[in-house]
């Protein structure tokens, strides 16, 4: 049918949908030929992971937390990556690849707020679209805020140069 290939003026045929169709080949001097073309829809999900961080690994408030989000579709190609964050962080994009490729590998970048709790927890989901439309999701991947800083101590008393003797309570 007309909606599952077509071919270019330079004779090259293109995909256009699942199905069947017969092109007619003709080459000057010989009879014409019809050539069948079947064309299988793309029903298969890429394959989609978050290479970094690690599940459960730390980031403290204030952070620039890097993601970095690998997808494959060998069929169509990956057409879009997608990073959400939700919990003590909130984050969420997507972005289109033109054209759409076998394998790609896309960094995100989301802060962690100043006054995100301690021992909170940032939830990660990663998706990849293909060329054809299938989606797929990672598992959320946990990260954990925490506080890696250490507490600066400042003494008023006593004075600097005080005497104090053996024994006396400050």
Same mark, same amino acid.
């Given at each position: 049918g007309p909606g599952v290939a077509s071919v270019t003026s330079g004779g090259l045929v293109r995909a256009l949908g699942a199905g069947s169709a017969s092109i007619l080949v003709a080459?000057?001097?010989?009879?014409?030929?019809?050539?069948?073309?079947?064309?299988?829809?793309?029903?298969?999900?890429p394959a989609v992971s978050i290479a970094s961080p690690a599940?459960?690994?730390?980031?403290?408030?204030?952070?620039?937390?890097?993601?970095?989000?690998?997808?494959?579709?060998?069929?169509?190609?990956?057409?879009?990556?997608?990073?959400?964050? @939700? =919990?003590? /962080?909130?984050?969420?994009?997507? %972005?289109?690849?033109?054209?759409?490729?076998?394998?790609?590998? !896309?960094?995100?970048?989301?802060?962690?707020?100043v006054d995100a709790p301690i021992g909170g927890g940032i939830d990660l989901v990663a998706a990849a679209t293909d060329g @054809? =439309?299938? /989606?797929?999701?990672?598992?959320? %991947?946990?990260?954990?805020?925490v506080d890696?800083?250490?507490? !600066?101590?400042v003494l008023d008393t006593p004075l600097p140069d005080t005497q104090i003797g053996l024994g006396e309570v400050l």
């Open positions: 080459v000057t001097g010989l009879p014409p030929v019809s050539v069948p073309v079947n064309v299988a829809a793309d029903a298969i999900a599940d459960g690994a730390g980031v403290e408030r204030g952070d620039l937390v890097g993601v970095v989000v690998q997808a494959s579709d060998g069929a169509s190609g990956v057409a879009r990556t997608r990073l959400d964050v @939700s =919990g003590a /962080a909130a984050f969420s994009e997507e %972005r289109a690849i033109q054209p759409p490729t076998p394998s790609t590998s !896309t960094s995100f970048a989301f802060s962690v707020p @054809s =439309g299938n /989606a797929s999701s990672t598992p959320v %991947r946990r990260l954990v805020v890696r800083t250490a507490p !600066t101590i």
